[in-house]
């Protein structure tokens, strides 16, 4: 899973219409900090890394839910607001049956934004996601918990195609590494390209025999503004 770097309370960002926004603690309504996020973090669901080119699809998810009830107390309700709670989310992680209202504890899970979660996830050839089989211990319960929180592990449903689309994006990972290797295609195409395919982790691995691939690929943050809304055509 692609870690993200959250600007923190005071930072100033860019955005797409060519404004400075400084991070505030606080935004009422919630939705407000929608704009920033998609400058800050991309147009991609921070759990399963789908691009979203108008950006539409995503929600202001709140890491540590708004609705969770607990005996008739909601012990994140202060956090509703708050900058520090937001994530990007699909409406298929988001949704319910997937995080909904689960609990978060951040001492029982990795998250994107708190660790390099692509270490704790192994991305495979048929769509499929299971924790790092090099993690034990805690490391590991944490990582099956976060593939737990947003159901990363479900097989294709007519209500989640999310492991069907991380098949597509790894074939198409693959033609494109041939093309590359071939000489068919040039790194910075190619790098746009993945900036609209998203699923960077799937890309990240298939390309693990090229350090100038990667490196570039783990400068994603500092490169991402605003998707560019237009489709990279190349030879296939």
Known sequence: MRPVTKKTIGESIMLGNGTTHVIQEE???????????????????????????????????????KGLDVNGIKPYAELSTKWENFLLGC????????????????????LPHRNNTYLSLVYKEAGVVIPNPKLEGKSLANAEALISLVGLDKEDLDTDGRCGMRREVWEKAI??????????????????YIKVSGCWSIWFTVFSGHDEVRKALRNFQEQLKNVLMQTIIMNQ
């Open 175 to 192: 033609m494109y590494l041939n093309d590359y290797e071939n000489g068919e295609i040039k790194l910075r195409h190619l790098i746009d």
């Open 27 to 65: 935004y009422k309504p919630y939705g407000n900090a929608r704009p920033i996020l998609l400058t800050n973090l991309g147009r991609y669901c921070s759990y399963c890394e789908q691009a979203f080119l108008c950006g539409s699809n995503l929600q202001t998810e709140h890491i540590q839910p």
């Open 91 to 110: 409406a298929t992680c988001n949704g319910k049956g997937n995080k909904g209202d689960k609990n978060v504890v951040f001492e029982d899970i990795h």
